[in-house]
Every structure is written in C-alpha cells, then in structure tokens.
C-alpha cells in the first residue's frame, strides 16, 4: 500500500509563488500515475496536474494551467508541484494522490492547505 504525505502549503499573497511536495512510501511507484487535486470550500474536488512516473507525461488541468509545473524525483519517490502567479481563487486543500495506469486514484494524502490572500 502506497502512502502519500504532502507538504509545503502555507499562506501566501497574490502574485507570490509555492512549491508543494508529495512523498511516497510503502510501494513502487513505477505503475503509477500521480496526480494532484484541490478542493476548495463548498467545492467539488478538482483535478489539477498529473505526471507518470514512467514516462514523465505530464496532465494539466485548465484552472491553473499555464501557471503550474509538475515534476517527479524517482530518487526521493517525491512529486512536486511549483504553481506560480498565485490567486485568491487558488485558495483550497491541495491533495497528492495516486492512480493505477487505468486512472483509477486508489491513494490519497492527508491534504496541505493553501491559502492566498488579495
């Protein structure tokens, strides 16, 4: 069973930039794909980014793209995910979680918060 803890949310200001990080144990993560989602407050859950760990092919989703970079270090078994020109709007719990190669997301972390202010 594979586990995932993120961490590097904090409080920021608008314009400013965050890199957040997802450590993975307990598994191989060779067939996997990685992914990162967000909910905000009264929200559904959004897909962000995905990356295969494989490959490298990289997935962004449309609310924050262009302002983001999803990376893996198959060394560390760590993803990250640099998202910059931060919004208000961008304010929500990011999670990292884990998808077999059918894109099935089977593991999930405990979340990190974001939060940008105006």
């Known amino acids: 069973q594979v586990q995932l803890v993120e961490s590097g949310g904090g409080l920021v200001q608008a314009g400013d930039s965050l890199r957040l990080s997802c450590a993975a144990s307990?598994?191989?993560?060779?067939?996997?794909?990685m992914g990162w989602f967000r909910q905000a407050p009264g929200k559904e859950r959004e897909f962000v980014a995905q990356?295969?760990?494989?490959?490298?092919?990289?997935v962004y989703g449309d609310s924050m793209k262009g302002r983001l970079t999803i990376s893996r270090d198959t060394a560390k078994d760590t993803v990250w995910l640099q998202m910059n020109s931060l919004k208000p709007e961008d304010t929500a719990i990011y999670y990292c979680?884990?998808?077999?190669?059918?894109?099935?997301?089977?593991?999930w972390g405990q979340g990190t918060q974001v939060t940008v202010s105006s």
């Open positions: 307990g598994g191989t993560l060779g067939s996997y794909i």
């Open positions: 990356i295969t760990w494989s490959t490298g092919r990289q």
């Open positions: 979680a884990a998808a077999r190669l059918n894109g099935q997301y089977v593991y």
